[in-house]
């Protein structure tokens, strides 16, 4: 197992475990916290609070580090514009997210817990990626 293998597997184990405790991989859940106008559930704000919380205290660290501790170069955006491109993506994202009530994390989460509906949304998923990188090799 290579040098930032094994910190992936578990960082993504932990992160996933996350989810599930946070009850992210629930659909119902997310739709919930999207219903505020209706029977409005805040859990996902918490979870989302304590996710920018841990963010916050690591993007202050970020900077003074040379590099990070299981690889050579830190992976950090570079652009900060507002493309249509990116706002059109996010939308859809959103929508989506709205739609099945899962994003990727959770989604993949959800296969340990029910696979045959989280199924469905990673197949959906990686369909999408594909169209995206289709779409782009026939631009490029």
Known sequence: MSRITFPSLIAGTLFGAGLALGGMTNPARVRGFLDIFGAWDPTLAFVMGGAVIVMAIAWRF???MAAPLFGEHFHLPTRSDLTPRLIGGAALFGIGWGVAGLCPGPGIAAL??????AAIFI??????????????GAGA
């Open 123 to 136: 197949m959906a998923m990686l369909a999408g990626m594909g169209l995206v990188r289709l779409f782009e």
């Open 62 to 64: 970020v900077p003074r």
């Open 112 to 117: 340990v817990i029910e696979p045959a509906s």
